[in-house]
């Protein structure tokens, strides 16, 4: 994907702004137009959004993009008293939290997006993905036996399994491609995932031990978190024209039962609250990031968090609903000069 393209003075080359893969940062690349030859001029976990070059082509200017965050636990009865565990390096994409206390987290190691796991205090940290393409958005099994991801280690984006100990006994669920975001149902029997075909994501299911996909939605549908009932699947819907909200479904397929006019935007995850028939959701009041809370039949929506400064790119809910685990932090943009590129 290109995000900028820039031509130097001589003629010779193209600088870009661009990324490998869409879970990759945004580097800036050299590209030689008499033989095509590419070469990266950054090579760092941060984004370079942005090229600029002065009359005599000496320099580059960017905007790099820096992305600072921190892992925090917050008690649902007393969030004014959360408190920051352990910190995360690099890009990360979705947060998991396990029976046993643990988080699964998808991270920047290295050149690819892997799967992790540490205990909720940072510690006993462990890669379980290692050396096969990028891996993220891990969700846990109500069980805690294992972890379904989505992955391009055989060159396109499919839902797999792995043990949650170890990252052992690898299998492949889905095969079609542009396969994103599983989610666990709580009888530990299905999958359900996002499947992107022709730019509309539809919602499927597959069962945990593999199988033949069934599809669960014709219309856009994106992001799926099941019930704790295992009744309902919750996803970004239309709830109007041109207006997204969140949908309820029905997880055996159908029409939505109800529409919820939540305000949605990018990487946002709607989950369910363990043992209620709520949703939880990130939303953005003041320049504030909080979670809030929205049960399905009535009720005002409820501030769950008070934080006053920074974002929430990610959380979770403890098995029995009484805690919250969230990344947060800031997008920082820094002006940067690059000399000597060529």
């Not at 942005?50 to 960017?62: A, N, Y």
């Not at 939290?97 to 988080?103: A, H, P, Q, S, Y």
């Not at 391009?152 to 396969?179: H, K, P, S, V, Y």
């Not at 920074?310 to 943009?333: A, C, H, M, T």
Request: aromatic share 10%; glycine share 10%; hydrophobic share 40%.
């Amino acid at each position: 994907m290109v995000c900028r393209v820039a031509w130097p003075p001589d003629g010779q080359a193209l600088i870009l702004s661009a990324a490998e893969h869409p879970t990759s940062p945004f580097q800036i690349w050299n590209v030689t137009l008499a033989d095509g030859q590419t070469e990266k001029i950054t090579n760092d976990t941060e984004d370079y959004y942005g090229i600029s070059l002065p009359s005599d082509g000496t320099k580059i200017v960017s905007v790099q993009r820096r992305k600072n965050s921190t892992i925090w636990v917050a008690q649902v009865m007393a969030p004014a008293q959360a408190r920051q565990v352990t910190s995360v390096v690099g890009q990360s994409y979705g947060l998991s939290g396990t029976r046993d206390g643990k988080l699964v987290f998808s991270s920047q190691t290295g050149g690819n997006l892997n799967i992790l796991s540490m205990s909720i205090d940072g510690s006993e940290k462990r890669q379980l993905t290692l050396n096969a393409g990028d891996n993220y958005h891990p969700a846990v099994s109500a069980d805690g036996r294992f972890i379904y991801f989505s992955s391009d280690r055989t060159g396109t984006f499919n839902i797999w399994r792995m043990n949650a100990e170890d990252g052992g006994a690898l299998a492949q669920l889905t095969n079609g491609g542009g396969d994103f975001f599983p989610a666990c149902s709580p009888d530990n029997k299905w999958v359900i995932y996002e499947h992107q075909s022709a730019g509309v994501p539809t919602l499927w299911k597959v069962s945990a031990a593999g199988g033949e996909a069934v599809q669960l939605t014709e219309q856009y549908a994106s992001m799926p978190a099941v019930s704790s009932d295992n009744r309902f699947i919750a996803s970004k819907y239309f709830i109007g024209a041109n207006v997204r909200g969140i949908g309820i479904l029905p997880l055996a397929g159908g029409a939505p039962i109800k529409l919820l006019p939540i305000a949605v935007f990018e990487w946002q995850r709607v989950l369910w609250i363990p043992g209620q028939q709520a949703l939880s959701y990130i939303d953005i009041r003041n320049g504030t990031y909080n979670i809030w809370s929205q049960a399905i039949d009535s009720g005002e929506p409820k501030q769950l968090t008070n934080f006053e400064t920074g974002r929430i790119f990610s959380y979770d809910w403890s098995p029995d609903g009484k805690q919250l685990v969230l990344e947060r932090g800031e997008l920082l943009n820094d002006v940067v000069e690059i000399t000597k590129f060529r």
